[in-house]
């Protein structure tokens, strides 16, 4: 008997096919696990604190790629982790980037205004009617973004808890950004702006 034939006898009996099938199973759930830690993951939006861009029960697929190796910049939509002002929250929290670190934000006149300019908000469903809040019981002084740290805010601004309730958030709970929606099939798309 040749060695090929051996090998194939050797690799058909039961005993190897189970071992075989074991190793098969064991690689999957570590690459899944893998896929799921490092690279992209489904989510949901639980509120309707993103309106009227992301609906309560859309499904995204988040990719966690570039938060891995860029800094997030203003407009993006984050998904991250609750910050330490945050800790009645248990889930992750998805919202938009408005203040980067060593910025100065303030919020008048029903606007979000940085380093004394006025930023343009297509996105929002109103403008804002809450006042401004007390920048250092929030962990910013003078409403100056701390280094390591984002501000983020939800579209829909008179029903959003972020951080203008919760204060800033460290760059390093940002968990990564949704890419595409793939449910409802009605609002299948791009879910990045």
């Not at 190796?69 to 009645?88: C, K, N, T, Y």
């Amino acid at each position: 008997q040749t060695p090929l034939a051996r090998a194939r006898a050797w690799a058909e009996k039961p005993r190897h096919k189970a071992v075989e099938c074991a190793w098969i199973f064991a690689f999957s759930a570590v690459a899944a696990f893998s896929f799921r830690a490092f690279v992209a993951e489904a989510r949901y939006i639980p509120s309707h604190s993103m309106q009227p861009g992301m609906q309560i029960g859309d499904r995204l697929v988040v990719e966690k790629l570039s938060s891995r190796f860029f800094a997030p910049s203003r407009g993006d939509i984050v998904i991250f982790g609750p910050p330490p002002r945050a800790r009645e929250i248990k889930n992750a929290l998805v919202k938009r980037v408005i203040g980067l670190p060593g910025e100065q934000v303030i919020l008048r006149a029903g606007r979000v205004w940085i380093d004394g300019k006025a930023l343009r908000e297509p996105y929002l469903a109103e403008p804002i009617r809450y006042p401004e809040p007390v920048w250092e019981e929030i962990g910013m002084p003078g409403g100056r973004v701390p280094r390591g740290m984002i501000f983020v805010m939800g579209d829909n601004r008179n029903n959003s808890t972020d951080s203008h309730v919760f204060g800033p958030v460290p760059i390093a709970n940002v968990i990564g950004h949704p890419l595409v929606r793939f449910w409802p099939l009605g609002r299948v798309g791009f879910a990045r702006r």
